[in-house]
């Protein structure tokens, strides 16, 4: 049986998580913003408790988050909700880097369209951004900084802290896709400064179609960032439409497990991963394992097979196991990585590389086993 082993493109739903979203659907049957009868106040009394437990993990306020359908929607939030300030200020260039997810690079790439100025940094050769090129940047217009905590092919944690830290002193807002790292990465989060940061539950074991723009206050203000969209004021009028109660619920619960398990679950992954590089140590096959690994995130591994087509080995091992060769986003394409061509490789080598990943309930033996079976259809392709 085919083992799952793509979990930065959407985690399994941990069975606590969906249990409680049963409750909820089940018990909390009104509406969050209904005023007028008990189970209106039942089912706001749950949001707000999803809400806690979300800015808990984040060591934020409770009024600092806000509910959006995924780290995509947060995303555009953040940088096209500030058109109306920057008309104001006259501030109309950002910063952000090559490697980012569609989700900010669309977005900037549109808000280049509208007459917005916009630098890509590219990372080094090892996956990373180099800090001082973002911040040398920063110009006297410079209105928005938007980099990944981690990136999402390479697994490769870029040095938000630095930049953070640098750009609290200046006048320019930072906006982190925590994305991949939420609930993983939890303490070190916790300690970098930014004004607004996104992410999607389903990232960590919660549910799909939830996500959460954390909206930083400064001396007891939000950043000025505007809805996209009009309707009634629910989250203060940042995303407007009923509150789906039982999926906040479940990216509550979500984070309740990931603030308690994260330590343990980090050791966990390490193991995981550990065992993955010996097995392709050992393997007598030709692979070149993409980026810094002492600066990445401890569930992935983005591995080349050299001369066997990405494309080709997913077809031929999806008995064993299911990876992928890039974003999900982006797997209807058959374009190279533009993530791994950033960071300098060739369109053959970016072509031949996968992206591995785990989580906190793929079973260490599976693994093994069906990533030997793997590696035999690469040696038996590169003869």
């Given at each position: 049986?085919?083992?799952?082993?793509?979990?930065?493109a959407?985690?399994?739903?941990?069975?606590?998580?969906?249990?409680?979203?049963?409750?909820?659907?089940?018990?909390?049957?009104?509406?969050a913003?209904?005023?007028?009868?008990?189970?209106?106040?039942?089912?706001r009394?749950?949001?707000?408790?999803?809400?806690?437990?979300?800015?808990?993990?984040?060591?934020?306020?409770?009024d600092?988050?806000?509910?959006t359908?995924?780290?995509?929607?947060?995303?555009?939030?953040?940088?096209?909700?500030?058109?109306?300030?920057?008309?104001?200020?006259?501030k109309?260039?950002?910063?952000?880097?090559?490697?980012?997810?569609?989700?900010?690079?669309?977005?900037?790439?549109?808000?280049?369209?509208?007459?917005y100025?916009?630098?890509?940094?590219?990372?080094?050769?090892?996956?990373?951004?180099n800090?001082?090129?973002?911040?040398?940047?920063v110009?006297?217009?410079?209105?928005?900084?938007s980099?990944?905590?981690?990136?999402?092919?390479?697994?490769?944690?870029?040095?938000?802290?630095?930049?953070?830290?640098?750009?609290?002193?200046?006048?320019?807002?930072?906006?982190?896709?925590?994305?991949?790292?939420?609930?993983?990465?939890?303490?070190?989060?916790q300690?970098?400064?930014?004004?607004?940061?996104?992410?999607?539950?389903?990232?960590?074991?919660?549910?799909?179609?939830?996500?959460?723009?954390?909206?930083?206050?400064?001396?007891?203000?939000?950043?000025?960032?505007?809805?996209?969209?009009?309707?009634?004021?629910?989250?203060?009028?940042?995303?407007?439409?009923?509150?789906?109660?039982?999926?906040?619920?479940?990216?509550?619960?979500?984070?309740?497990?990931?603030?308690?398990?994260?330590k343990?679950n980090?050791?966990?992954?390490?193991?995981?991963k550990?065992?993955?590089l010996?097995?392709?140590?050992?393997?007598?096959?030709?692979?070149?394992?993409?980026?810094?690994?002492e600066y990445?995130?401890p569930?992935?591994?983005?591995?080349?097979?050299?001369?066997?087509?990405?494309?080709?080995?997913?077809?031929a091992?999806?008995?064993?196991?299911?990876?992928?060769?890039?974003?999900?986003?982006?797997?209807?394409?058959?374009?190279?990585?533009?993530?791994?061509?950033?960071?300098?490789?060739?369109?053959?080598?970016?072509?031949?590389?996968?992206?591995?990943?785990?989580?906190?309930?793929?079973?260490?033996?599976?693994?093994?086993?069906?990533?030997?079976e793997?590696?035999?259809?690469?040696?038996?392709?590169?003869?």
């Amino acid at each position: 049986m085919a083992i799952y082993l793509d979990y930065n493109a959407s985690t399994p739903i941990d069975p606590q998580v969906l249990a409680y979203m049963i409750e909820v659907y089940s018990n909390a049957i009104g509406n969050a913003d209904s005023r007028t009868h008990s189970f209106g106040e039942n089912a706001r009394k749950v949001t707000e408790v999803g809400r806690k437990s979300v800015a808990k993990l984040l060591n934020v306020n409770a009024d600092e988050v806000f509910f959006t359908s995924g780290a995509t929607e947060s995303n555009n939030i953040a940088i096209q909700g500030l058109r109306e300030y920057a008309e104001k200020t006259g501030k109309k260039h950002m910063i952000t880097t090559a490697i980012e997810h569609h989700a900010v690079l669309n977005t900037m790439k549109h808000m280049e369209k509208e007459g917005y100025k916009v630098d890509y940094i590219l990372p080094e050769s090892d996956g990373r951004i180099n800090p001082d090129e973002v911040l040398n940047k920063v110009r006297e217009d410079t209105l928005l900084v938007s980099i990944m905590h981690v990136n999402n092919e390479t697994g490769m944690i870029q040095p938000i802290e630095k930049i953070g830290e640098e750009l609290s002193k200046r006048q320019v807002l930072f906006h982190v896709d925590a994305t991949q790292s939420c609930g993983k990465l939890v303490t070190e989060l916790q300690k970098v400064k930014y004004d607004m940061l996104s992410m999607s539950a389903h990232k960590f074991h919660g549910p799909q179609g939830i996500g959460t723009l954390v909206l930083k206050k400064k001396k007891y203000r939000l950043p000025p960032v505007k809805q996209l969209f009009y309707g009634g004021q629910q989250e203060h009028g940042i995303r407007p439409g009923t509150t789906p109660v039982a999926l906040v619920a479940g990216m509550g619960k979500a984070c309740e497990i990931a603030l308690v398990k994260y330590k343990e679950n980090s050791i966990k992954m390490h193991a995981m991963k550990d065992s993955i590089l010996d097995l392709l140590k050992n393997s007598g096959v030709e692979y070149i394992v993409h980026g810094a690994q002492e600066y990445c995130i401890p569930s992935t591994v983005n591995v080349q097979f050299v001369g066997v087509s990405s494309e080709a080995l997913m077809i031929a091992t999806k008995q064993f196991c299911g990876i992928s060769n890039g974003s999900a986003c982006t797997s209807k394409s058959y374009e190279p990585s533009y993530v791994l061509k950033a960071m300098g490789l060739s369109d053959q080598e970016a072509e031949e590389s996968v992206r591995i990943s785990w989580g906190t309930d793929t079973s260490e033996q599976e693994l093994k086993v069906n990533l030997r079976e793997l590696l035999n259809v690469v040696k038996s392709i590169q003869g």
